[in-house]
C-alpha cells in the first residue's frame, strides 16, 4: 500500500514538474517573439532589412523552409533578437535569489537571508551601458561578440551562472525560426488604418514582460523568392 502510494506521488510530481518546465518555456518564448514582431512592425527599416539578409539566403542557396541550420547564416536575425531581449526581458527580475551569508558589495552589505533582484530590464535600458538606450537598433551589435547566454552582464534576458536557464537553447532555437519564417512568409498590415507610430509599446506591471495591448497584425502572403 505504501509502495503503491508512493508511485502515485511521483508520478504527480513528474507530472507537475514537467507542466512547470513546459509553461516556464512556452510562456517566455510567447512574449519575447511577441515583442519582437511589435517592434518590427514598429521600426519598418529593420523589418525590410530582415527580410532583404533572408531573400538574400534563400536566392543563394534555393528556396526552403528555413530551419535551425540556417540560423548562422542570417546575422541581422540574430541582432534583431538580442535587441528584442535587450529591451523586453520575459523575466525582468529573473528568479529571486537568497544570501546565503553576509556579503559586502561596493558601499553596501547584505545581510544573510536577504532577498535579491537582479533587475535586467533597468540593465538592459541603462545609459551608461546603451547609447540610445530605449531605440530599437539591431545595429548596435555590430562588431561586437555579445550573446544572451548569461556571459555578459549587460544583457541576461536568461540569467546567469547555476540557475541559469535550462531552456535556452531551446527558446533560441524556437525564436530564430519561427521569427525568421514569420517575416518572410507574410507581409504584415496593422488593423483599422494604424500607422507603425500607433502601436502600443507599453507594458504591463509584474513579474512577467506583458504587453498592454495585444499585438494585431494581419498577414498577407508574400511573394517570396523565385
Ligand atoms: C525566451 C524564452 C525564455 C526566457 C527569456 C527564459 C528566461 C528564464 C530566466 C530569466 C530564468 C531564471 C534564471 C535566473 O534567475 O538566473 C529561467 C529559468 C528557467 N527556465 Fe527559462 N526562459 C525561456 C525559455 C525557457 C524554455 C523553452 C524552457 C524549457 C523548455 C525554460 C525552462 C526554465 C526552467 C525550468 C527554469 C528554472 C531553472 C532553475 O530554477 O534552476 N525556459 N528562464
Redesign the pocket.
Known sequence: MFFFKLQVLSLKHRQCLAQ???S???I??A???EWAMAELFRNPRCLKKLQHEIDDIMAKEGDHFITDGDISKLPYLEKVVKEA?RLH???PL????LASEAVKMDKYTLPAGALLL?N?WAIGRDPNAWENAEEFLPERFDGKDMDVK?RHYDL?????????????R???S??HVTLVNLVRTFEWELPNGQTHMDIDMSEQRGIGSIRTMPLLAIPKPRQLTP
Open positions: 512547470e518546465v513546459l516556464a518555456g512556452i517566455t518564448t512574449l519575447t517573439l531581449f526581458p520575459a523575466a529573473l528568479l529571486p535569489r537582479v535586467v548569461g541576461l534576458p536568461f540569467g546567469s551562472g547555476r540557475r541559469v536557464c535550462p531552456g535556452l531551446l527558446a533560441l524556437v525564436l
